[in-house]
T-cell receptor, first 115, second 115 residues
Framework: NAGVMQNPRHLVRRRGQEARLRCSPM?????VYWYRQLPEEGLKFMVY????????ESGMPKERFSAEFPKEGPSILRIQQVVRGDSAAYFC?????????????FGSGTQLSVL | GDSVTQMEGPVTLSEEAFLTINCTYT??????LFWYVQYPGEGLQLLLK?????DKGSNKGFEATYRKETTSFHLEKGSVQVSDSAVYFC??????????????FGQGTILTVHP
């Protein structure tokens, strides 16, 4: 029974390149959340998606960042034209339904490094 | 807005020592409070939770009591083991806020336990 799978574990990009982070939720889960952890800070909520819908993107930067969760396949967090300040750990979590704070399962994260 | 503050780390202890990791919060009303743990190479896992004042959450020998008067949720364990070495995150969800997994996290505390 696989958990939340994130890949890659480590991603290195040069400034100006694009970064694509993938998250496969647990089997049977249809809700996905993305969090970002900047150095020396706590995890910060970015976006909440259900299949084919963005429910809450209040934590997403207004430019260069986008997220999707298609009907088939993993959720993708996309960062265009990366800058050094985007270097962080990006965590994905999934849940089977809403109102399940204790049923939130996290992946092990993608560490993005921007050179 | 809501915030969570954890004690500065890292924390280094010998096996069987007593552990306290301090956590204080700022939020309106009565939030739900959580401790998450991240073992090396893994995703965050829910360790324990408390949903109202004076509740005590407990799991795997860890305890934390929801103290409304001091807005605190300190994590304690009477006798730590090497296998407890991990990063510990305190988190909350606002009362009356979203019912889905939009958590506010502290910055995490690295715990290392030596034999």
């Amino acid at each position: 029974n696989a958990g939340v799978m994130q890949n890659p574990r480590h991603l290195v990009r040069r400034r100006g390149q694009e970064a694509r982070l993938r998250c496969s939720p647990m089997k049977g889960h249809s809700h996905v959340y993305w969090y970002r952890q900047l150095p020396e800070e706590g995890l910060k909520f970015m976006v909440y998606l259900q299949k084919e819908n963005i429910i809450d993107e209040s934590g997403m930067p207004k430019e260069r960042f986008s997220a999707e969760f298609p009907k088939e396949g993993p959720s993708i967090l996309r960062i265009q034209q990366v800058v050094r300040g985007d270097s962080a750990a990006y965590f994905c979590a999934s849940s089977p339904q809403t109102a399940t704070n204790e049923k939130l399962f996290f992946g092990s994260g993608t560490q993005l490094s921007v050179l | 807005g809501d915030s969570v503050t954890q004690m500065e780390g890292p924390v280094t202890l010998s096996e069987e020592a007593f552990l306290t990791i301090n956590c204080t919060y700022t939020a309106t009303g009565y939030p739900s409070l959580f401790w998450y743990v991240q073992y090396p190479g893994e995703g965050l896992q829910l360790l324990l939770k408390a949903t109202k004042a004076d509740d005590k959450g407990s799991n795997k020998g860890f305890e934390a009591t929801y103290r409304k008067e001091t807005t605190s949720f300190h994590l304690e364990k009477g006798s730590v083991q090497v296998s407890d070495s991990a990063v510990y995150f305190c988190a909350l969800i606002s009362a009356g806020g979203t019912s889905y997994g939009k958590l506010t996290f502290g910055q995490g505390t690295i715990l290392t336990v030596h034999p």
